[in-house]
């Protein structure tokens, strides 16, 4: 489990006491085809790298280190290199895409398969699939793969803010009065905001990305984090490890009238927040 503050990723212990799942349902919303035409239908949609080659054949990508390419929606961009984090820069001209200016944060450890600043630095056709972003260039190609890319243009979410109600996350009750608040824009950009533990005139906040597919797949991914709480090392206070859970949705149900929405994570954990 990772939360993000300024930018800067740390590890924090996933936390996790099973707990009865409520099962009462709401109604599903039916999804629509999609498929991408520009580089501005794949901003903010965590690419995964599945496939790598040169021409001296192919390139082993082990799936304890994934690299993962997020395209900004303000032409910068960023990702994950095996346990280092990498960000800068992009632009588009017709099917060409450049990057520049890209660095990485220097965390010893293995090293990933692609040293992603200098792989990526320069030019490279660029191609879509409906899941799929696809680079070559000089007998070089780099196969990215998300199942994750249905647009949030029409998506209700979007639309005001919603407070979360109810959950049966395991320490629910010790941060219930906080006020987890919940907003997305239809760039995918995701933010979730709520009262300090520890001092009320704080606010703290966690800034990502809702990625949405098929099926009513999500899942959610912090990339920014402001928190002004103690943190109780190695366990984490309650409003720590309620927005860590959440990073583990698979799935999300709205109601009929679009005033509730539930995330539902891989633990059968549920989150339902009603809109304001």
């Known amino acids: 489990m990772r939360y993000i503050k300024s930018i800067i990723f740390t590890s924090l212990l996933s936390l996790f006491v099973a707990c009865q799942m ?15 035409q520009s580089i501005a239908d794949v901003y903010n949609v965590h690419w995964r790298l599945t496939a790598a080659s040169t021409d001296t054949g192919t390139i082993d990508l082990p799936s304890f280190l994934p690299v993962i390419l997020v395209f900004s929606d303000d032409d910068s961009l960023f990702g994950v290199s095996g ?10 001209n017709s099917n060409q895409v450049t990057f520049s200016r890209i660095s990485q944060t220097e965390i010893a450890c293995q090293a990933p398969a692609l040293d992603m600043p200098r792989w990526l630095s320069g030019s490279w056709a660029i191609s879509f699939t409906d899941t799929s972003v ?55 950009t995701l933010s979730v905001q709520w009262v300090s533990l520890t001092d009320s005139s704080y606010t703290n906040r966690v800034r990502g990305y809702f990625n949405r597919g098929q099926d009513n797949k999500a899942f959610i991914r912090w990339w920014v984090w402001v928190y002004n709480g103690f943190r109780n090392f190695p366990l984490p206070p309650a409003d ?34 009603q809109k304001e």
């Open 22 to 36: 409520n099962t009462q349902s709401l109604n599903d919303i039916g999804e629509s085809a999609f498929t991408i």
């Open 83 to 92: 346990c280092n984090f990498y960000s800068g820069s992009y632009s588009t």
């Open 134 to 188: 696809i680079l070559n260039r000089n007998n070089q190609q780099l196969t990215f793969v998300s199942y994750h890319t249905l647009p949030l243009t029409d998506f209700p979410v979007t639309q005001g803010t919603w407070r979360l109600v109810v959950s049966n996350f395991n320490r629910y009750d010790e941060v219930k009065q906080v006020a987890f608040r919940l907003q997305m824009t239809p760039t995918r």
């Open 240 to 273: 720590v490890a309620l927005i860590n859970e959440l990073e583990n949705v698979t799935s999300y149900e709205l109601s009929e009238n679009n005033t509730l929405f539930q995330l539902q994570t891989a633990n059968g954990v549920y989150f339902r927040f």
